[in-house]
């Protein structure tokens, strides 16, 4: 390591009012996330969120902060953190450089964690394991050996079969006590108490109850009490998301539902979910979902109702 990389990696301040809370967002056909992030990249800072994380280190060496532990990683680190742990990644690399995908993770909501868990008899250990997640679990050995290859395997697939990789992601991390172990020496509360926190839920709130018409910038400003300037800086630092992309992302979600479940035009539902045109509601629409609204519309329905039962009822 020289000496700039090792100065510039002891000195990374943590932020003065705790960690940022990072906005996660799923996709429409989406019980998971799956990513990729470069380093440097503006979600790797000391932050936390409500879902469960399952971080890979592909490349470099550093410094973790996991809650209160502060250690060593290498390239092929394996870490599992828990609803709200605060945790970041700092390698130690030259100014000015930058490592392609550093980062590949999944990360999931606690009502997911919560299926496996209850949900079936078969999935004891996987319990135990999201249970100690909320300290933070690196993963060692053969286990971590295998958790690596098949958390990168799950973004090369689609569908049920991305699924099914996961939960055997899942089911493999949990087999061995012995290759695992805790890093943190608390669980973060499950209230987050800070001020930049206190403001983001108002606006998400705000936001989740009045997307379907128009929001001027400053209006979503005034819940927090700020300028429109910073707002825009804060809620892109606080999230990962810039404000307009996060509405358009929840009308989108919104509209998804509507396609899959009512019979409503498509251009109503572009109205009544916020959109002003459908060319906007179009475009938009493709960015999150990687196709057309009446392309949504059609693979859902197959999907809820398969080709022989169509057969059957005809």
């Given at each position: 390591m020289s000496m700039s990389a090792s100065r510039a990696l002891m000195l990374e301040p943590t932020p003065p009012n705790g960690p940022a809370l990072e906005v996660i967002l799923c996709g429409p056909?989406?019980?998971?996330?799956?990513?990729?992030?470069?380093y440097p990249h503006h979600l790797a800072k000391w932050h936390c969120h409500p879902e469960y994380e399952l971080h890979l280190i592909r490349e470099s060496s550093g410094r973790m902060m996991i809650g209160d532990h502060v250690g060593p990683f290498e390239a092929g680190s394996l870490i599992l953190t828990g609803p709200n742990l605060p945790h970041n990644w700092v390698s130690?690399?030259?100014?000015?450089?930058?490592?392609?995908?550093?980062?590949?993770?999944?990360?999931?909501?606690?009502?997911?964690?919560?299926?496996?868990?209850h949900a079936f008899a078969e999935f004891a250990e996987v319990a135990a394991l999201l249970q100690e997640a909320a300290f933070g679990v690196e993963f060692i050995g053969e286990t971590a050996e295998r958790g690596r290859k098949k958390l990168c395997d799950i973004g090369e697939?689609?569908?049920?079969?991305?699924?099914?990789?996961?939960?055997?992601?899942?089911?493999?991390l949990a087999t061995?006590?012995?290759?695992?172990?805790?890093?943190?020496?608390?669980?973060?509360?499950?209230?987050?108490?800070?001020?930049?926190?206190?403001?983001?839920?108002?606006?998400i709130a705000f936001l989740?109850?009045?997307?379907?018409?128009?929001?001027?910038?400053?209006?979503?400003?005034?819940?927090?009490?700020?300028?429109?300037?910073a707002f825009s800086r804060f809620f892109k630092h606080q999230t990962g998301h810039n404000f307009s992309a996060y509405v358009n992302h929840l009308r989108v979600q919104a509209a998804c539902?509507?396609?899959?479940?009512?019979d409503k035009s498509?251009?109503?539902?572009?109205?009544e979910t916020g959109f002003n045109n459908t060319a906007n509601f179009n475009r938009r629409f493709f960015m999150v979902c990687g196709e057309t609204p009446s392309g949504y519309r059609a693979t859902t329905r197959r999907i809820q109702c398969p080709p022989l039962m169509q057969r059957a009822t005809a």
């Amino acid at each position: 390591m020289s000496m700039s990389a090792s100065r510039a990696l002891m000195l990374e301040p943590t932020p003065p009012n705790g960690p940022a809370l990072e906005v996660i967002l799923c996709g429409p056909r989406e019980s998971f996330r799956w990513a990729t992030h470069d380093y440097p990249h503006h979600l790797a800072k000391w932050h936390c969120h409500p879902e469960y994380e399952l971080h890979l280190i592909r490349e470099s060496s550093g410094r973790m902060m996991i809650g209160d532990h502060v250690g060593p990683f290498e390239a092929g680190s394996l870490i599992l953190t828990g609803p709200n742990l605060p945790h970041n990644w700092v390698s130690a690399i030259e100014p000015g450089t930058s490592l392609r995908e550093r980062d590949v993770l999944v990360q999931f909501s606690s009502e997911i964690a919560d299926r496996l868990s209850h949900a079936f008899a078969e999935f004891a250990e996987v319990a135990a394991l999201l249970q100690e997640a909320a300290f933070g679990v690196e993963f060692i050995g053969e286990t971590a050996e295998r958790g690596r290859k098949k958390l990168c395997d799950i973004g090369e697939l689609e569908g049920p079969h991305r699924l099914l990789a996961f939960l055997s992601l899942m089911a493999d991390l949990a087999t061995c006590r012995a290759e695992r172990r805790t890093l943190s020496r608390c669980a973060p509360a499950l209230g987050l108490h800070t001020s930049a926190s206190r403001k983001l839920e108002r606006v998400i709130a705000f936001l989740g109850a009045h997307f379907r018409r128009d929001i001027a910038l400053q209006e979503a400003a005034d819940v927090c009490n700020m300028e429109a300037t910073a707002f825009s800086r804060f809620f892109k630092h606080q999230t990962g998301h810039n404000f307009s992309a996060y509405v358009n992302h929840l009308r989108v979600q919104a509209a998804c539902q509507l396609l899959a479940t009512s019979d409503k035009s498509i251009t109503d539902i572009c109205f009544e979910t916020g959109f002003n045109n459908t060319a906007n509601f179009n475009r938009r629409f493709f960015m999150v979902c990687g196709e057309t609204p009446s392309g949504y519309r059609a693979t859902t329905r197959r999907i809820q109702c398969p080709p022989l039962m169509q057969r059957a009822t005809a």
